[in-house]
């Protein structure tokens, strides 16, 4: 058996470093409580994400066509791009009436599709470590359960993605090019599972990427004090209390809102 001296290796802090990590962890909690209590925000906040998704998701194409990423790594991004909901009402899911929500469903069609790439056969061609790779709580390695989950999750997500692309344009041919004027809510809509769904969410991602860099011995990764981690941590920080001051002093946390528990009215 390999020892723990043996094992450790440096990680890429470009990409999953402590910075960009708790940067990112502060936006998951931000759209959390945008879609809480600041639901007029959803929008730009997606934009907001849709943009940081985007950037990681092109550094990772171009590691993987460079061959400078392991297939552990892929993991370690796939759990960051993994964060809170963008809407607790089903909202904004199929909004092809805007550039960016076009733009939102081909990035999770191309996500998904890389996806389906990766778990099939793209791990199998990255760099080997000199440990097992570890992806997964109770040390699940890449050639276990995690990789059937994988395929299975990324056609699942892909066939939804595009049907969801197809079924919002069909929609939109339909109605002329126009939006469809919606009911007008004068107290924010909260669906119950889709809150609790986006919690689970959260909790998951943070957790399995920390437990993916502690149990593949990264080194390298935890030094705050650089130029891009500063950055990527107070833009995330910024976010966040930017949400959190109107919460607290525009009395958003208090303000009555409607509950759903399946489509259907609580309150």
Not at 84 to 113: D, K, N, P, Q, W
Not at 181 to 188: L, M, T
């Amino acid at each position: 058996m390999a020892s723990l001296d043996s094992c450790e290796m440096d990680g890429d802090a470009d990409f999953y470093g402590i910075g960009i990590r708790l940067g990112l962890y502060a936006q998951s909690l931000t759209t959390l409580l945008v879609t809480l209590f600041v639901q007029e925000e959803e929008a730009v906040n997606r934009i907001l994400n849709l943009l940081l998704q985007l950037a990681i998701f092109a550094g990772t194409l171009l590691s993987t066509n460079a061959g400078t990423i392991h297939a552990f790594e892929v993991i370690i991004v796939f759990w960051l791009l993994v964060g809170a909901l963008s809407s607790l009402t089903g909202s904004g899911v199929t909004g092809t009436h805007s550039f960016s929500g076009i733009c939102r469903l081909l990035f999770y069609i191309a996500l998904s599709a890389y996806g389906c790439w990766f778990f099939f056969e793209g791990q199998d061609a990255m760099q080997d470590t000199p440990c097992v790779q570890i992806v997964f709580f109770g040390e699940s390695s890449l050639n276990g359960w995690f990789r059937t989950f994988g395929k299975a999750a990324s056609i699942i997500s892909l066939t939804i993605c595009v049907g969801l692309l197809a079924w919002a344009g069909t929609t939109y041919a339909k109605r002329g090019g126009g939006e469809k004027p919606r009911r007008v809510s004068y107290r924010p809509q909260t669906e119950i599972t889709l809150m609790l769904l986006s919690i689970a969410t959260v909790i998951l991602s943070i957790t399995s990427a920390e437990y993916v860099i502690t149990a593949n011995h990264l080194s390298g990764v935890d030094d705050i004090f650089d130029v891009g981690q500063v950055l990527a941590f107070l833009v995330g920080v910024f976010q966040l209390l930017n949400v959190l001051v109107p919460i607290f002093l525009k009395g958003h946390l208090w303000a009555p809102r409607c509950w759903l528990l399946f489509g259907r009215h609580l309150t």
